[in-house]
């Protein structure tokens, strides 16, 4: 049976991030979860998750994105006005932070640093820049947060 458009996207993609994890050094045993199909590895101080999704955008209809995440703290437990700055500072620092997004995981008092981008035309080029940049930020910003909200 051959395989789907869809397939082969995503496993060139898969492919891309193999290259990248070896040519940093890395090994493919130490980072792939193959249960749960993603790679993790350390940058600095920060933990960096790799992988592709799927996502539904219409009946029977999905795009594919490459996600990278690096959890960067948690929400400190403050009153209402501190949690209203503290939010208010994450807002300002995805501001400045070009490339990359602050998220709080939905039901989750967790802040990540968030990459996305749909695998269409993407190339190793285009893929190694993203993670490069996500892993630079990520450790970056875990420290500042770290730093200013402990």
Same mark, same amino acid.
């Given at each position: 049976m051959s395989k789907t458009l869809k397939e082969i996207r995503i496993e060139l993609a898969e492919e891309m991030i193999r290259q990248y994890v070896a040519a940093n050094g890395l090994e493919e045993d130490e980072t792939y979860d193959p249960e749960r199909n993603f790679w993790q590895w350390k940058h600095g101080s920060a933990t960096i998750e790799v992988f592709v999704q799927s996502v539904n955008v219409g009946d029977d209809q999905t795009r594919e994105y490459l996600r990278i995440f690096s959890y960067l703290? %948690?929400?400190?437990?403050?009153? &209402?006005?501190?949690? *209203? *700055?503290?939010?208010? $500072?994450?807002? *300002?620092?995805? @501001?400045?932070?070009? +490339?990359? !997004?602050? #998220?709080?995981? !939905? +039901?989750?008092?967790?802040? =990540?640093? #968030? =990459?996305?981008? %749909?695998?269409? +035309?993407?190339? =190793?080029? /285009?893929?190694? #820049?993203?993670?490069? @940049?996500? /892993?630079?930020?990520?450790? &970056?910003?875990? %420290? /500042?947060? &770290?730093?200013? $909200?402990?």
């Open positions: 703290a %948690d929400i400190p437990a403050l009153n &209402k006005k501190g949690r *209203e *700055e503290f939010m208010l $500072h994450l807002l *300002e620092m995805n @501001d400045k932070n070009l +490339g990359v !997004k602050l #998220t709080v995981m !939905k +039901g989750t008092n967790k802040v =990540y640093a #968030t =990459y996305e981008r %749909d695998i269409i +035309g993407m190339d =190793y080029s /285009e893929l190694s #820049t993203c993670i490069a @940049d996500l /892993e630079w930020w990520a450790d &970056k910003l875990d %420290d /500042e947060l &770290k730093s200013i $909200h402990n």
